[in-house]
T-cell receptor
């Protein structure tokens, strides 16, 4: 079972560049979310979606965009990367209610 | 954002010792989940507690939800090197669907 797949696993960007982190799940979960993990800060919720066509902001949404055109995919877009966005990003999906299934993470460095 | 505190932040113990980590808040939660995260991987669910005062056991791990549903603890008996990892609590505020807000975690190292 693939579960939650994130790509890329590693990425280096220059300040001002844009990019998309991809997330796909094959468990037919309605709920998907994006978190960022920084040292000493735990996991912070960026955006989440309760189903195709529906997205909402979490704790730290500024600088990020999301869309949910299908149940399977939930990409996270960085519009103009900043050094403060250097982090490890995790995508998660879940049945509602239920446990969160996480991907392996995408490590992003912004120079 | 809920004010959530996990303690201790770091813990290093010898194999065979017992330990307890805590997750505290001033807010009431609908439920609370505990996750363990190993380096380079995403968190994996250990347990979900829902009822105030609830105690759940998972082999050598014992989880307790506070009577008022504001806090939780995780006790590990006879820790083993395989228990090494970051332990995260994730309470769910009321009426928030499936949104979970994570604590900063307790980084546990068990020395053989």
């Amino acid at each position: 079972n693939a579960g939650v797949t994130q790509t890329p696993k590693f990425q280096v960007l220059k300040t001002g560049q844009s990019m998309t982190l991809q997330c796909a799940q094959d468990m037919n979960h309605e709920y998907m979310s994006w978190y960022r993990q920084d040292p000493g800060m735990g996991l912070r919720l960026i955006h989440y979606s309760v189903g195709a066509g529906i997205t909402d902001q979490g704790e730290v949404p500024n600088g990020y965009n999301v869309s949910r055109s299908t149940t399977e995919d939930f990409p996270l877009r960085l519009l103009s990367a900043a050094p403060s966005q250097t982090s490890v990003y995790f995508c998660a999906s879940s049945p509602v209610p239920g446990e969160l299934f996480f991907g392996e993470g995408s490590r992003l460095t912004v120079l | 954002t809920q004010l959530l505190e996990q303690s201790p932040q770091f813990l290093s113990i010898q194999e065979g010792e017992n330990l307890t980590v805590y997750c505290n808040s001033s807010s009431v939660f609908s439920s609370l989940q505990w996750y363990r995260q190993e380096p380079g991987e995403g968190p994996v669910l250990l347990v979900t507690v829902v009822t105030g005062g609830e105690v759940k056991k998972l082999k050598r791990l014992t989880f307790q939800f506070g009577d008022a549903r504001k806090d939780s603890s995780l006790h590990i008996t006879a820790a083993q090197p395989g228990d090494t990892g970051l332990y995260l609590c994730a309470p769910q505020p009321p009426n928030t669907g499936n949104q979970f807000y994570f604590g900063t975690g307790t980084s546990l190292t068990v020395i053989p």
